[in-house]
T-cell receptor, first 115, second 116 residues
Framework: AQSVAQPEDQVNVAEGNPLTVKCTYS??????LFWYVQYPNRGLQFLLK??????LVKGSYGFEAEFNKSQTSFHLKKPSALVSDSALYFC?????????????FGAGTRLAVHP | EADIYQTPRYLVIGTGKKITLECSQT?????MYWYQQDPGMELHLIHY???????EKGDLSSESTVSRIRTEHFPLTLESARPSHTSQYLC???????????????FGDGTRLSIL
C-alpha cells in the first residue's frame, strides 16, 4: 500500500534557527511528492513539489525540500525560521493506484517557532 | 491566492437538517475534491470528480453526496445532519490534461460544521 509518514507530531524551533520537518514515503514507481502548509482556520496552501530532476526543490516563503530516493524521504527545510512559519505542515504523495489519481496526505506536523 | 471559494465558512445547525456546502472555483479546473478534516488532524478524501457529471466516492466512507452539473461548482449535501458529521470540510481543485498529474491541488478555506 502507498503511504506517507510524518514521524513528528510537533517540531519546536527558535526563531532564526534552521528547521526541518520530516516526511518518508512508500510508493511503487516514481513518487510525485508535495508539501502543503495550513494556517488556523484556513485551507491548505501549496509550498512545493518534487516530480523529477534536481533533488533539492525550492518553494514558497523560503522553504525547500530534499528528495532522497535511497532513504525514501522528502524532508522540508528552511535555513532561518520565522515566528510566522508556525503552522501545520502536510506532506503528500500522488497515488496512482486504482486507476485514478489522488493525494495521500501524512498526518501533519505542527511547527512552533518561538521568539 | 487560489480562486476557490467555500460557503458558509462556519455553520452550526440542529440534528436532522438538510445541509448543502458550496464550493466554486474560477480556474476552469476539471478535477475537484472534498476532504473531511477534524481540526488539526489529517485529511480524508470523501468525494472527487473528474469533470461534469463525474463523481466518485473517496477513501473515507461518508453519508454525504455530491453533484457536478457545472465545471466550476461542486456542492456537498447531507440529507439529515447528525452530530457525527461535525467536522471541517475542505474543497480542492486541480488541473487535468497533459502534466495535470503533476499539478498541485488548490484548496478553499473550508467549512467548519457543527451539528448540535
Amino acid at each position: 500500500a502507498q503511504s506517507v509518514a510524518q514521524p513528528e507530531d510537533q517540531v519546536n524551533v527558535a526563531e532564526g534557527n534552521p528547521l526541518t520537518v520530516k516526511c518518508t514515503y512508500s510508493v511503487s514507481g516514481n513518487p510525485y511528492l508535495f508539501w502543503y502548509v495550513q494556517y488556523p482556520n484556513r485551507g491548505l496552501q501549496f509550498l512545493l513539489k518534487y516530480i523529477t530532476g534536481d533533488n533539492l526543490v525550492k518553494g514558497s516563503y523560503g522553504f525547500e525540500a530534499e528528495f532522497n530516493k535511497s532513504q525514501t524521504s522528502f524532508h522540508l527545510k528552511k535555513p532561518s525560521a520565522l515566528v510566522s512559519d508556525s503552522a501545520l505542515y502536510f506532506c503528500a504523495v500522488r497515488d496512482k493506484s486504482g486507476g485514478y489519481n489522488k493525494l495521500i496526505f501524512g498526518a501533519g506536523t505542527r511547527l512552533a517557532v518561538h521568539p | 491566492e487560489a480562486d476557490i471559494y467555500q460557503t458558509p465558512r462556519y455553520l452550526v445547525i440542529g440534528t436532522g437538517k438538510k445541509i448543502t456546502l458550496e464550493c466554486s472555483q474560477t480556474m476552469g479546473h476539471d478535477k475537484m475534491y472534498w476532504y473531511q478534516q477534524d481540526p488539526g488532524m489529517e485529511l480524508h478524501l470523501i468525494h472527487y470528480s473528474y469533470g461534469v457529471n463525474s463523481t466518485e466516492k473517496g477513501d473515507l466512507s461518508s453519508e454525504s453526496t455530491v453533484s457536478r452539473i457545472r465545471t466550476e461548482h461542486f456542492p456537498l449535501t447531507l440529507e439529515s445532519a447528525r452530530p457525527s458529521h461535525t467536522s471541517q470540510y475542505l474543497c480542492a481543485s486541480s488541473e487535468s490534461g497533459t502534466g495535470g498529474d503533476n499539478q498541485p491541488q488548490h484548496f478553499g478555506d473550508g467549512t467548519r460544521l457543527s451539528i448540535l
